[in-house]
Each structure stands twice: as structure tokens, then as C-alpha cells.
């Protein structure tokens, strides 16, 4: 075929896409606020996940994290006017000095041995950077006369220091583990772990000085907080919804990405991102549905809401067992984590208010919520399909792990097994849990591992044609499709069929 015919072939040919459309996923469009709440939030939960074995890789990464955060913290407008300037800048001006001889001791200390910093650490420090470079590009530009620009100034900095002191907490905390776990290890030996009396419990030799480091850091960011985090969060500027179609896009973005990623050859060190971010979608897509019907803008019903949150539960029990399969200092894919953190943003700019989860009466009023509810639903329509795909990833031979954790789960599965012989096995060597190494995964962990992934496919195809089902514009019947296309909406089946493929395909 010529190149003349092959033009006019694409002349008459119906776009897949409206180009306008078309997701970026390789651009990071966050503000500095979402950029700072996305720090508070992984911060959050480091501090739920941390365990001992992570208490070196989390230390080596915590300087960096301070010097990161102190960048932005000196980048915000203002700095240096008003009679408080200096005593505002002081928790963050002993942290960096704290942070600096953390730094000098670690150089010649035998404890922890060098390793990379911790990668969830190391993604906050990676978010403070991006969110240091948009306000050193676009602070003069700010008009910090204003009331309302000096509060949200004053949130800001709170939430910087706040991220700072839920990561001296978990380091701490990752340190007493590691003591502990050294302590519980020694028990029964000819060489038993002596504990510093003059320390917290569980102090050993090799992690006191580092606790009394770690603490002290602590709380010097606690003393900024106290009494003020609250007060200065309820100031924080909340900008209106002026792009009603970014969930829409946000989630088509992500669809796209975590395709990509299990497409490429590091896909098994993403799972527990992309398992935990489709149980996050889920989550929000139950608010936002209810929201939804509230409005009007889709059909009441009772079936929507326990389909989705029993596909979200399956997501997050198939994430907590990838996370058994995956390295502590495993890499993830920066554009998957970049799409991810996008999705998180544009949810909760729609479903929250500065601090907690907004009311559905509020979130009712909100614009693009119609926009929001029909990606919602073409989310859990996809995601069936994505659950597909991930449950075939379960069937890869050589998957390996953390031998302590696999050893866990191994003995967990075998115990919950009502067809086993109730036989102890030794699933997991002990030395090779001494030695933290990385093992394949017995076949308890194996089989477990499946049968979630069966169980999510289950989950997410009830609520894939449960979501079809409602698929409704009011008046009309005729949804208008994020791609631009306009698509009758299908008839809700009798409760127990099954929706033909061709019309959960809305064809």
C-alpha cells in the first residue's frame, strides 16, 4: 500500500482517542501542597510498615531526606521577615546540623554496613526535590502579603516538619526492632546480647548511640509541632476544582503504566505498588460513587458498594502477599510511581477537605464529581483485566523473597490448609533467616499466592459487570466516554446474569 493510500485510509478512519485526551505519564503535574501531602502520606505509612531489618537502609537514607526538606523549607517565601523568622527556623536548622552528624558517623562507623538508602525514604526525598524546584522557580511570584498566602505558608512548613518527625519516629522504632530481633536471636545461645540499662528497652550496643541521635531528632521536630500542626493545617489553602476530568485521566494514566510496567522485565519489584494502588482506587471509588447517587448522577443501588469494596479487600490481601515476595531495597519504576501519586492526588483533591475525608453531602456539590463517577466505573471495568494479568504473573516460576518473611507466610499457609498432613516442616532454613537472604518461595507461599490472585479476578469481574450495569447520564441514557466517544449506556441485567462481553464492552 502506497503512502497516498495510507493517508487517505487514516483521513476516514475513527480516532481511538480524542488527542486533547490523551494521559501524560511521564509528567508530573502536582502542586507543591499535593507534592508536601504526598510526603506526610508516605511518611505515614513507613511508620506502619517499618521492621528491623530495614532500621540500616532507613538510617542511611535519613540525611538525605533533612537536607531535601531543608532545601524547600529555605525556597518558601518569606523567610527572614517578621519578628518570629528566626525562632520558625530553628527546628529545621538543628535537624540539618543533627542530620550533618549522622552523616560524619556513619562514614566510620562499623554499624550500619553501607547499602542503599531505603527506597521509601528515598521517594520522599526524590518528592521534596520536585516540590524545592517548583518553588524556586515560582516563589517570587507569590503574593506573600496576603493572610490566606501566609497561612497556607505556615501549613507548609508544619507539614514538612511533621513528615520530618514521623521518619525520626520510624527509624527509631526500626532501631528498637533491630535490637530486638538481635536480642530474641541470642536467646538460647552461649552468647546472649547484653541490653544498655541506662537506655530505652532493647538498646544494644551496636544501635544506642543511633537512638539517642534519632530521638533527639525527634524531638526537636516534636517541640515545632506541639500545639501548633493542628491549628496551622486548618489554614492551609484549599484551591477550587478547575480540571473536572482529571480523575478521568489520572486513572487512564495509571491503567496504561501498570500495563507497561508487568510488561517489562522488573515487573515482580512493582506488584505491591500496583496492587496497593488499585485496593487505593477501589477505596476512593466507593466515596465518590455514593457521592454519586446522592447527586443523582448515577442510579441508586445496592449492589455497587459491597462489589467494590470486596474487590478492594482482594487487592489489598494479594498486596500484602506480594510484599512477602518482594526485596526491602527493591526499585521501583519511576514512572509507575509518578502515575500512582498522581492518581492519589487527584482523588483527593475531590474526596477530602485540608485533613480528613469530606462529607458526601460536600463532596456531592463538588465539580467533576459525574466525571469522577464515570471513570470510577470504567476503572473497575478495566481492572478486571488487570487482575488477569497480574494473576498470570503468579504463575512465573522462580519467584524468591525475604526468606523471614517467606518463612512466615510458608508455616501461616500451611496452618490454614485444612487438606495438609499437619506435619512441621521446615519451609525456610534458619540460616538462611539469620542471614536475611533473599530464597524461592516454598510452595505453601506459592499456592496462597494463587489462590488470592484467583480470588481478585473474582472479585474484580463481579464488580466489573456490577459497574456496567450503571453506567448512566441523566435524561439520556448516553455516557460520554473519557475518550470522547458517546456510548448508550446498557440495561442493568436481572440480579444473577451474567452481562454478555459485548455489553460490558458498552458495544
Known sequence: MDADRLRDFADVDDALFDATEVPLTTRDIRTVGELLHDVDDTARRLLMDVAGEDAGRLLQAWPGLVTAAASVWSSLPGQGFGAGARTRDEPITRLVSLADTITKKLRHSSWPPASPPDPRIAQMTQTLGHAGDLVHRYGPDIPIQRADTFRDLEAAR???????????HAVGVSLHQHGHNLYAEALGTDRPV?????????????????????????????????????????????????????????????????????????????????????????????????????????????????????????WSNLASRWGDLTAPDARLDPDLMRAAAEVRAALRELTHDTTTLASLNTIATRPGLELAATAALHAHESASELAYVIADKAEAPNLTGPARELSIRAHNEAEADLTSPGEDVVWVSPDDIRARRIVPAPQPVIDGLRRASLSTVHACTTAASVCVAHYKAPHTGVLQHASGARVRAPEEPPSGERVPAERRRGR
Open 194 to 314: 547484653a541490653l544498655n540499662p541506662l537506655q530505652s528497652p532493647y538498646a544494644v550496643a551496636s544501635t544506642t548511640a543511633w537512638i539517642h541521635r534519632m530521638a533527639v531528632s525527634e524531638a526537636a521536630a516534636g517541640r515545632y509541632l506541639d500545639g501548633r500542626f493542628t491549628r496551622a493545617i486548618a489554614g492551609e489553602v484549599r484551591p477550587p476544582i478547575e480540571d473536572d476530568a482529571r480523575i478521568a485521566r489520572a486513572l487512564a494514566g495509571w491503567d496504561i503504566q501498570a500495563h507497561r510496567t508487568l510488561a517489562s522485565d522488573a515487573w515482580n519489584t512493582n506488584m505491591v505498588l500496583i496492587t496497593r494502588t488499585q485496593g487505593l482506587i477501589a477505596g476512593a471509588a466507593i466515596v465518590i460513587l455514593e457521592a454519586a447517587q446522592l447527586a443523582g448522577h448515577i442510579r441508586s443501588t445496592d449492589r455497587l458498594t459491597p462489589a467494590i469494596a470486596e474487590a478492594g479487600q482482594a
Open 158 to 168: 508544619a507539614r514538612i516538619i511533621h513528615a520530618l518527625y514521623l521518619s525520626a
